[in-house]
């Protein structure tokens, strides 16, 4: 027996392929999904997500006020902003109240996850989504919409702290930041997307109906969610395996109790009722305590993340580019139509988005991954094409000419776009592998809440102040610069690549031997072969 387990033992080694992988107590393997699969699924759902963020920002949803002129012809007011009658600032809000519950629930979501499978985890997140959009489109004024808005936040917070680290797990070593920029091309894409999806559903019918679309796009992947089989995050114990040792040492402990039981009188089944009783009244107790050690174990990892000085610079140049990013992505058309006068703003940006955001993002990953995937390299490069991206936006606004306005725009978005994969790649490199959900989670819930939230209401201040388009357009795209800046020190701090750390959630060598890489399809026997007399 001894010498089986030990031959078992030396046979399984692991894989030195990237692949997904599952333990092979109580979940056995599927035989179709592999890692390019979930980076296929992983990207429509979030392609998906920003879908639905470049509809509401797009003409055809979001609309205009009605409009009077001095003569006395007045118009009226199209999309949600004229349906409810909201100022450049409600609107602004309104773009931004999906942050409220991704602030809540993107910790809690990457806390959960190390107890609770991540994949019923996106399930969750999902259907909430799906249901938060159909609400959308059953709107009746600014506090409904803004509402529900809230919950889509709270739908997608699951998503976006749990893919990357997923993608990143399985990706082949060599081309981990190309594939993050696969990942991360969905955003520009999906905005992309979102214009013009938006402005065609909003001038053939009504705005509602671009919300209820995409609730039906989305509702397969949340199904998928439950019914897919979970797999092994690299860092957590599997939840699934846990429950059915748990199971399986219950049954034992069940057979045991019934073999002492023979040969006894009642008095066994008064002690027992007496215990169940004790338990009973102990499990509120447990509740509370599972929920403080939750609390108190986010608390620890949050202290252990804000500390980390390659992390925390990261950030805070991400959320000086995502500010002006936000704000190009919610106010690009109806500046656009307002200095140029495009009559086909939707498309007119979504067409440059689509494309420079693929081309860009695609090119930044591949960069890095070529001149080798470094967290230095990786600041090298994000300060490098901010700062020049910028400077060709930043002239871009200067022409008045619409086509060379076109032309340096289009330059200078290819170039920003590139940070996507990098940026990320640091977020999930400098920090170890049971931290990278959270660090996922709060990376995106800094960008959004210091980043393009305020950026939308405060772009639409300046406008309503200045009421000049252009210089709001300047004021705003001069923000690249410090945002290249703080890449930039990231350079010089003294930074470790973490990927291969081991955590308190590590899977051991021994636990590595039970589980299944996916990318062969196939079912190592290790588990059954130690069981053999």
């Given at each position: 027996m001894a010498q089986k387990?030990?031959?078992?033992?030396?046979?399984?080694?692991?894989?030195a392929e990237p692949a997904m992988v599952i333990?092979?107590?109580?979940?056995?393997?599927?035989?179709?999904?592999?890692?390019?699969?979930?980076?296929?699924?992983f990207c429509v759902i979030?392609?998906?997500?920003?879908?639905?963020?470049?509809?509401?920002?797009?003409?055809?949803?979001?609309?205009?006020?009605?409009?009077c002129t001095e003569s006395g012809v007045c118009t009226s007011g199209t999309g949600i902003q004229g349906d409810f009658n909201l100022s450049n600032f409600e609107d602004g809000v309104l773009s931004s109240a999906f942050m409220v519950g991704l602030l809540l629930a993107s910790p809690i979501f990457a806390s959960l996850a190390k107890s609770v499978s991540p994949f019923r985890l996106i399930g969750v997140g999902l259907s909430v989504w799906t249901f938060a959009t159909v609400g959308c489109g059953f709107s009746f004024n600014f506090w409904s919409i803004t509402f529900c808005r809230m919950l889509v936040g709270v739908g997608e917070a699951s998503f976006i702290s749990l893919a990357a680290p997923f993608i990143d797990d399985n990706a082949p070593a060599a081309q981990k930041t190309a594939w993050l920029s696969i990942f991360y091309m969905c955003i520009p894409s999906g905005y992309a997307l979102g214009y013009v999806y938006g402005g065609l559903v909003g001038s053939h019918s009504n705005?509602?109906?671009?919300?209820w679309g995409e609730a039906i796009l989305m509702l397969p992947f949340a199904i998928l969610?439950?019914?897919?089989?979970?797999?092994?995050?690299?860092?957590?114990?599997?939840?699934?395996s846990t429950k059915a040792l748990t199971a399986v040492e219950t049954a034992v402990s069940e057979v045991q109790g019934s073999g002492n039981l023979n040969g006894k009188d009642g008095s066994f089944s008064i002690k027992e009722d007496l215990r169940n009783s004790t338990i009973q009244k102990s499990s509120k107790l447990k509740v509370g305590t599972k929920i403080m050690n939750q609390i108190s174990r986010l608390m620890k990892d949050m202290k252990v993340l804000l500390v980390e000085k390659v992390y925390v610079v990261n950030v805070l140049g991400y959320i000086a580019y995502n500010f002006v990013i936000g704000a190009y992505s919610y106010w690009g058309p109806k500046a656009g139509y307002n200095i140029y006068h495009m009559n086909d703003a939707d498309l007119i940006f979504g067409g440059i988005t689509i494309v420079c955001g693929i081309l860009g993002t695609l090119a930044g990953g591949f960069v890095l991954d070529y001149i080798n995937s470094t967290i230095s390299n990786a600041f090298k490069l994000l300060s490098a094409v901010t700062l020049l991206g910028g400077a060709f936006c930043f002239g871009a606004f200067c022409f008045k000419n619409m086509y060379a306005f076109l032309a340096l725009f289009a330059v200078g978005e290819l170039l920003v776009f590139?940070?996507?994969?990098?940026?990320?790649?640091?977020?999930?490199?400098?920090?170890?592998?049971?931290?990278?959900?959270?660090?996922?989670?709060?990376?995106?819930?800094?960008?959004?809440?210091?980043?393009?939230v305020p950026s939308?209401?405060?772009?639409?201040?300046?406008?309503?102040?200045?009421?000049?388009?252009?210089?709001?357009?300047?004021?705003?795209?001069?923000?690249?610069?410090?945002?290249?800046?703080?890449?930039?020190?990231?350079?010089f701090l003294h930074s470790v690549d973490r990927f291969n750390e081991e955590s308190e959630n590590q899977i051991t060598t021994t636990e590595r031997s039970n589980t299944t890489p996916l990318l062969k399809g196939k079912k190592t026997e290790t588990t059954e072969?130690?069981?053999?007399?």
């Amino acid at each position: 027996m001894a010498q089986k387990e030990a031959k078992t033992s030396e046979e399984v080694k692991p894989s030195a392929e990237p692949a997904m992988v599952i333990a092979s107590t109580g979940a056995p393997a599927p035989s179709w999904f592999t890692p390019k699969r979930l980076l296929a699924i992983f990207c429509v759902i979030n392609l998906l997500n920003y879908v639905d963020r470049g509809a509401i920002a797009s003409n055809g949803v979001n609309g205009s006020l009605g409009t009077c002129t001095e003569s006395g012809v007045c118009t009226s007011g199209t999309g949600i902003q004229g349906d409810f009658n909201l100022s450049n600032f409600e609107d602004g809000v309104l773009s931004s109240a999906f942050m409220v519950g991704l602030l809540l629930a993107s910790p809690i979501f990457a806390s959960l996850a190390k107890s609770v499978s991540p994949f019923r985890l996106i399930g969750v997140g999902l259907s909430v989504w799906t249901f938060a959009t159909v609400g959308c489109g059953f709107s009746f004024n600014f506090w409904s919409i803004t509402f529900c808005r809230m919950l889509v936040g709270v739908g997608e917070a699951s998503f976006i702290s749990l893919a990357a680290p997923f993608i990143d797990d399985n990706a082949p070593a060599a081309q981990k930041t190309a594939w993050l920029s696969i990942f991360y091309m969905c955003i520009p894409s999906g905005y992309a997307l979102g214009y013009v999806y938006g402005g065609l559903v909003g001038s053939h019918s009504n705005w509602r109906y671009a919300f209820w679309g995409e609730a039906i796009l989305m509702l397969p992947f949340a199904i998928l969610g439950f019914i897919m089989k979970p797999l092994q995050l690299k860092g957590f114990f599997h939840p699934e395996s846990t429950k059915a040792l748990t199971a399986v040492e219950t049954a034992v402990s069940e057979v045991q109790g019934s073999g002492n039981l023979n040969g006894k009188d009642g008095s066994f089944s008064i002690k027992e009722d007496l215990r169940n009783s004790t338990i009973q009244k102990s499990s509120k107790l447990k509740v509370g305590t599972k929920i403080m050690n939750q609390i108190s174990r986010l608390m620890k990892d949050m202290k252990v993340l804000l500390v980390e000085k390659v992390y925390v610079v990261n950030v805070l140049g991400y959320i000086a580019y995502n500010f002006v990013i936000g704000a190009y992505s919610y106010w690009g058309p109806k500046a656009g139509y307002n200095i140029y006068h495009m009559n086909d703003a939707d498309l007119i940006f979504g067409g440059i988005t689509i494309v420079c955001g693929i081309l860009g993002t695609l090119a930044g990953g591949f960069v890095l991954d070529y001149i080798n995937s470094t967290i230095s390299n990786a600041f090298k490069l994000l300060s490098a094409v901010t700062l020049l991206g910028g400077a060709f936006c930043f002239g871009a606004f200067c022409f008045k000419n619409m086509y060379a306005f076109l032309a340096l725009f289009a330059v200078g978005e290819l170039l920003v776009f590139a940070t996507q994969g990098p940026v990320n790649y640091i977020c999930l490199h400098c920090v170890k592998p049971s931290m990278r959900p959270l660090s996922m989670a709060i990376s995106t819930v800094s960008i959004h809440l210091f980043g393009d939230v305020p950026s939308a209401p405060l772009v639409g201040v300046l406008q309503d102040s200045i009421n000049n388009w252009r210089a709001t357009a300047l004021i705003l795209t001069s923000i690249f610069i410090p945002a290249a800046g703080v890449w930039f020190i990231g350079i010089f701090l003294h930074s470790v690549d973490r990927f291969n750390e081991e955590s308190e959630n590590q899977i051991t060598t021994t636990e590595r031997s039970n589980t299944t890489p996916l990318l062969k399809g196939k079912k190592t026997e290790t588990t059954e072969s130690a069981a053999e007399p």
